[in-house]
């Protein structure tokens, strides 16, 4: 008797994977073989969806088009945009295989509200997942590394994702933490980590300060542990505030970048300098996000997603609503990867005095005044949008005063250019899911 395991491996076969496209290790895979890759895995993509996706099929006929008129990757501006409205409360909308094929459907975490998007996962895209040529020097986890996964499990795909790469694909040892759910206490991941002496740690940049704050109070020395990497992901942030976790942690912070929906989209190298695009999992675009027009490199534009390797359950010229460029000049890595450069959220921006500003731009000069904690929120209030209010909690040992909060508020406006309020909270509530930075009163 056949195992299924083996008949699925099988049936992945069917599919242009990098590794069966180019018989090149790793680091003998250069940009073109990459982009022949991309085009290649493109035109099967396309040709799979119009086949065997209503969603898709009708979307090319009203454009006009016909599988066969994709034909390079220039070819992929023609092709129409999926949102995330059209996935919305619509389960089944993206699946390109019956429904009894699927192992795995993910939820979005609703951080942007609205219906629930699904994600769902066959065996086949399950397996066919592999780590694309020229990430692995970046992500550099073996065998002999023990990581402390404190991603959420439930619903999304966070945890569950970094644990398939780490264990299936690095062959490391992962532990599965989670981050607060039933079994999962940030006590308890600290004794954890005590006991295990955990190599990497994956964490969002603010879980990362509620364990830091829970080790404190066991009284227990994070910088004691062999950590040589915290993955950070989930949640965006900015350079000061990396720096913060770094400090608390004693290890480097590099960052992921990806999405339920198109998955990894970014993986950041030592340099910090942008997030290296893994070509051989995803096509990303910069678009205009008032006109859909591609833009060139260097243009600040909304993030467009198609994956490779999602042939069941595929997704085509996805819009994240993340706004960001592209860079296609070498990074001081030595990674032939191009990078992309993050510039915040279309849906998160604040406006002050009709300025609009990204959260993590605002947050970077806040975290430079040391006498700021680690918890604060951007208050936007109707009727008073012509300064900015942040509420926020002291560091350590921080006496409020007025003079302190009057201070604050005139280095914060000598950085960002507005008027600044502050208001000082002894503690500010610990998030279970996503931080929440800004908050409308
Ligand atoms: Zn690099």
């Known amino acids: 008797m056949e195992f299924l395991f083996e008949k699925q491996l099988r049936c992945v076969a069917k599919e242009p994977t990098l590794s069966r496209f180019s018989t090149l290790e790793d680091d003998e895979v250069s940009l073109p073989i990459m982009t022949d890759f991309q085009t290649e895995a493109l035109r099967a993509m396309v040709t799979r969806v119009y086949k065997h996706n209503s969603f898709y099929r009708q979307k090319m006929t009203q454009a006009g088009l016909k599988p066969e008129d994709i034909k390079s990757l220039a070819d992929l501006a023609k092709l129409p945009f999926t949102t995330k409205d059209e996935l919305r409360g619509k389960p089944w909308i993206l699946l390109a295989a019956d429904k009894k094929d699927i192992s795995l459907i993910s939820v979005s975490t609703g951080t942007t509200g609205g219906e629930e998007i699904y994600i769902m996962q066959t065996w086949k895209d399950h397996f066919i997942n592999e780590f694309s040529a020229g990430a692995k020097p970046l992500v550099n986890i073996g ?15 966070a945890g569950l994702s970094f644990h398939k790469v780490f264990m299936d694909i690095c062959a490391a040892t992962v532990v599965p933490v989670g981050k607060g759910g039933a079994y999962s206490t940030p006590e308890k991941t600290v004794n954890i980590m005590r006991d295990l002496q955990p190599t990497v740690m994956i964490s969002t940049p603010s879980y990362a300060i509620t364990l830091a704050e829970a080790a404190a109070q066991l009284n227990f020395d994070l910088t004691s542990l062999p950590l040589k990497i915290i993955w950070l992901t989930g949640e965006g942030c900015s350079p000061a505030f990396r720096d ?11 960052f992921f970048y990806g999405s339920l929906e198109a998955g990894v989209l970014g993986i950041e190298c030592d340099a ?8 051989g999992q995803v096509i990303l675009e910069i678009i205009d996000p008032e006109t859909g027009e591609v833009l060139e ?8 997603a198609t994956p490779l390797l999602r042939f069941e359950s595929p997704l085509i010229r996805y819009r994240t609503q993340d706004l960001g460029y592209i860079d296609p000049d070498p990074c001081s890595c030595g990674a032939y990867l191009p990078r992309f450069f993050m510039r915040g959220r279309l849906v998160d921006h ?38 900015l209010k942040i ?18 508020a005139s280095r914060m406006e000598f950085a960002i250019g507005i008027p600044c309020e502050f208001e000082f909270v002894t503690k500010l509530p610990r998030p279970s899911s996503k931080t929440v930075r800004v908050v409308h009163e």
């Open 272 to 279: 910090h300098a942008g997030y290296h695009i893994p070509m």
């Open 244 to 254: 913060r976790v770094e400090k608390i942690w004693g290890t480097k912070g590099n």
């Open 391 to 408: 509420r926020t909690e002291l560091a350590p040992g921080v006496e409020p005063t007025s003079e302190l909060a009057e201070k604050l």
């Open 350 to 387: 604040i406006t002050v005095n009709e300025i609009n500003f990204s959260p993590f731009y605002l947050e970077e000069f806040l975290m430079r005044l040391p006498e700021v904690g680690n918890w604060y929120q951007f208050v936007v209030q109707p009727g008073h949008n012509d300064q």
């Open 143 to 157: 065998a002999g590394d023990i990581c402390i996964n404190a991603l959420p499990y439930e619903m999304s795909s």
């Open 297 to 304: 490199p260097g243009e600040i534009g909304e993030v467009v």
